[in-house]
């Protein structure tokens, strides 16, 4: 069934913080006489979308029609964000531009293939009511010009995804029917309520819950995954397991674990991304979930097999 896995015609709304990953590629052949710390002799630069914007790309990579909504700052690197996805022919119509944001970079040194050190230039602030005022119109326009499959929320708690701003999406994706699925982050975890696909990490459902899940445990997590759909009544769950793999919920019940492919992985950033770009346009085409999450693994796998953060094509899932 996999092999005729096809997301042509699938329309994504992808909303969330986005970013620039900026890589410095080196070797490190001595030490510092200023200091006890390696020198990285850089031999080469790359810039690449991260974080939402990472998701749409995985999603154009996949065959799918992604529509980013984002806010950016008018800075440098917003402008290295507009033309990284317009190379890659993602639609940046909908990323809106604001002088009083600005816009995540995230950069990471590598000694060949091990990340020595990341450092992050941000401001993490959440939108004002008018800036999401400026978001929540522009999400209707996408409504009122495009038949949208399945929509992704993608939470860095960066600020675009506001309290106010995730009801509101809600709301819309109920009364219009549109099938929504979350990637989410600590802040506003429990803001997500009867998502169709809920998709944390383990660590962020066990903080979620607030106590240790045991990984290896069916039994460990399946109690987790009780306690959290008593507390935002999800429909379906998967938990990012990383080596161990991904723990599923049903919205009936079936609760199992897909093991991880045994791979020496060479970097995990962007994996998450990957996992939920996968997980939601094969929902919108009504594959099981374990299916789905068999997807989901072989994408995390090749994805993690690269060094920083890439995209995952069709070939690499089929």
Known sequence: MAVNLNFKDLNILVIGDVMVDFYLFGEVNRISPEAPVPVVEILSKEYRPGGAANVALNIKELGGNPFLLSMIGTDTTGSILLKLLNEKEVITDHLLPHKSRMTTLKTRVFDEDKQVVRFDEEEVEYLEPAQESLLLKEFKKIF??????????????????????????LLYATKHEIPVTVDPKEKYFFEYQAIDLFKPNLREFSEA????????????????????RRKNRFKNLMVTLGANGIFCFTKTGNSFIIPARNIKAADVSGAGDTVISIAAMAYAQKYSLKEIAGFCNKGAAAVCKKIGVSPVKLKEIK
């Not at 499959?149 to 675009?160: A, F, S, T």
């Not at 819950?209 to 959290?228: D, F, M, Q, T, V």
């Open 144 to 169: 009122n010009s495009h038949k949208i499959d399945i929509i992704i929320l993608q939470d860095y708690n960066k600020g675009v995804l506001t309290r106010s701003f995730i009801k509101q999406i």
């Open 209 to 228: 819950i607030g106590y240790r899940i045991n990984a290896k445990s069916i039994e460990s997590l399946r109690s987790g995954a009780e306690e959290l």
